[in-house]
């Protein structure tokens, strides 16, 4: 089993930046495709963006495209997810997964438990 755990959410104002990490607890390039999920409360769980297991692949969400970047680093089985000109809207529980997904949207197989970015206006 694989344990995923988030970081460096938090409180910014509407423009501003945060940067975001999902720590695996093994190795992950040679097997996963890594996404970041975001979720607010009564909606679905939305996917933000993914990653391919080399890397090479990414997809984003059109209402982040252009603002926010998903990266990884095999040597640390890390994956990141930078976030430029942050707006309200963006404010919800983050969530990094991992698996082999058929698609990008899923499935996927393991969940980390969130972390919270709220922007303020």
């Known amino acids: 089993q694989v344990q995923l755990v988030e970081s460096g959410g938090g409180l910014v104002q509407a423009g501003g930046s945060l940067r975001l990490s999902c720590a695996a607890s093994?190795?992950?390039?040679?097997?996963?495709?890594m996404g970041w999920f975001r979720q607010v409360p009564r909606k679905e769980r939305e996917l933000v963006a993914a990653?391919?297991?080399?890397?090479?692949?990414?997809y984003y969400a059109g209402f982040v495209k252009g603002r926010f970047t998903i990266s990884r680093d095999n040597a640390k089985n890390t994956v990141y997810l930078q976030m430029n000109s942050l707006k309200p809207e963006d404010t919800a529980l983050y969530y990094c997964?991992?698996?082999?997904?058929?698609?990008?949207?899923?499935?996927?197989?393991?969940w980390g438990q969130g972390t919270q970015v709220t922007v303020s206006s």
């Open positions: 990653i391919s297991v080399s890397g090479s692949s990414t």
């Open positions: 997964a991992a698996g082999q997904p058929i698609t990008w949207s899923a499935p996927y197989d393991y």
């Open positions: 093994t190795r992950t390039s040679s097997r996963f495709v």
